[in-house]
């Protein structure tokens, strides 16, 4: 059951706040916005052009179901806006759509996620976008519009068609109204209804060629989402094509594992294996002999075989067994005391934190039950191995998460050898007639 927490004065809040679906609005065949204010009347704090909200949505038949969504609007102190695409096989999206009408109440986490527009941004940037991954940039063109109008931004969204495309006569309003906001629109496969240079500006798909002579290619950062053959096109075309790695930034709707499959080495994570089920044990005719709890424990935490990693409430390591140390090269001493950054690559630390602060302010984790987070981790020496972990909370009295316990597992040498296989097969496949 969600736990209503207090609200400041400036809009923030930890855990859950209701809010309540306050409009409705049609955006194209496919996609609905919902406008969402706070049942307390109290002001909401302004997200970060591109965060995510995490939802506690009251399905009948399913329970609590948890999901996040992008923050479609510019900040504001008022509402946030989600723009949601009816899936037909999403319990989510489709309870959204024929369910939340107009008054339904809703648990909703604080804005989190690190794919933002920084505050500081001065190199142009190009806001490319397939399908729905245009809500991301729907608040950052808005928000540079409002607060930005001096950035150089460049809209590029592509669809199929004038059913599916949302947003198109507030985004060609929003750049004819500013020198410096440039919009393009490409339909894939235009109807006879849809006019171009009205409705869409491009026929056909977005194309590396296209970007490279109509956006500022060589010196622009680039925010990529979409759909997986989307993201897959665009962050290797992109790096293949000269632009520096730091400078392809992305948000995809999916599983992460998938993309990995695409280009493991630009993304830091690694896909996670299936584990198959073992045989079941023959016990002994009188019963398993009895154990204490507290052997069993301590057994594993001093077992050099996986790493158990316990950090309390603000990240930092209050234990750190032998196989943490095996693992990671830090003795006990040099790790305990120290933040979780010490195994965290630099480029992953914001995306770890902000899930580390949902976990701890929702106390729900999705590695809590049995799922596996495959990513990269830094030893002491500096070297790079691939990591795959569950969690668990620790709560106080109150209720309240004290703490967390990872148990790590080094998959390095599987990651390799899985990627010199995908590297093979693709050799394979290229060179078939």
């Known amino acids: 059951m969600a736990v209503e927490n207090a609200t400041s004065q400036n809009g923030n809040w930890e855990g859950w706040r209701t809010f309540v679906v306050n ?20 002001p909401v704090a302004p997200h970060r052009p591109g965060q995510y909200l995490t939802f506690l949505f009251p399905i009948p038949d399913a329970g609590e179901t948890k999901r996040t969504y992008t923050i479609s609007c510019a900040p504001n102190a008022g509402f946030y806006r989600i723009s949601v695409k009816r899936e037909p096989l999403g319990t989510a999206s489709r309870w959204l759509h024929d369910k939340a009408v107009e008054g339904t109440e809703i648990p909703v986490a604080a804005p989190a996620g690190d794919f933002v527009l920084p505050t500081g941004q001065k ?30 931004a460049h809209y590029v969204h592509g669809t199929i068609d004038g059913t599916t495309h949302a947003f198109g006569p507030h985004i060609r309003e929003t750049a004819a109204a500013h020198a410096n906001l440039h919009a393009a629109v490409f339909y894939s496969d235009p109807r006879p209804a849809d006019i171009e240079g009205q409705a869409f500006d491009q026929r056909g798909f977005i194309t590396l060629d296209w970007l490279r002579a109509n956006t500022p290619f060589t010196d622009a950062d680039f925010f990529v989402c979409g759909p997986l053959p989307f993201m897959r096109a ?85 234990l750190w067994n032998p196989g943490a140390e095996r693992i990671f090269g830090f003795t006990e001493a040099e790790a305990v005391g120290q933040s979780l950054d010490l195994m965290i690559p630099e480029s992953l630390r914001g995306r770890h934190w902000s899930g580390y602060r949902e976990t701890v302010s929702t106390k729900q984790s999705r590695y809590g039950a049995g799922d596996l987070l495959s990513v990269p981790a830094i030893r002491k020496d500096g070297s790079r191995i691939s990591v795959e972990f569950t969690i668990a909370m620790m709560m106080d009295e109150a209720g309240e998460v004290e703490g967390m316990v990872a148990i790590m597992r080094d998959i390095t040498p599987r990651f390799e050898e899985l990627k010199t296989l995908r590297k093979k097969v693709a050799a394979l496949e290229g060179s078939a007639v």
């Open 234 to 318: 665009f962050i290797t075309g992109l790096v293949d094509a000269g632009v520096p790695r730091e400078r392809v930034h992305y948000e995809f709707f999916g599983s992460v594992e998938d993309l990995v499959a695409a280009w493991p080495e630009a993304l830091d994570f690694a896909p996670a294996d299936s584990v198959s089920d073992a045989s079941p044990p023959q016990w002994a005719p009188n019963g398993p002999a009895q154990i204490a709890q507290e052997k069993i424990g301590q057994t594993i935490l001093q077992s050099q075989a996986d790493a158990v990693v316990v950090s309390d409430r603000e990240g930092y390591i209050v």
């Open 23 to 42: 409009e409705r609005r049609k955006e194209s065949e496919v996609l609905t916005s919902f406008i969402l204010r706070p049942k307390d009347g109290g």
């Open 123 to 152: 190199r142009p940037v190009v806001l490319l976008s397939g399908g729905v991954g245009l809500t991301p940039m729907l608040s950052m063109f808005d928000t540079i519009a409002t607060s930005r109008p001096d950035l150089d």
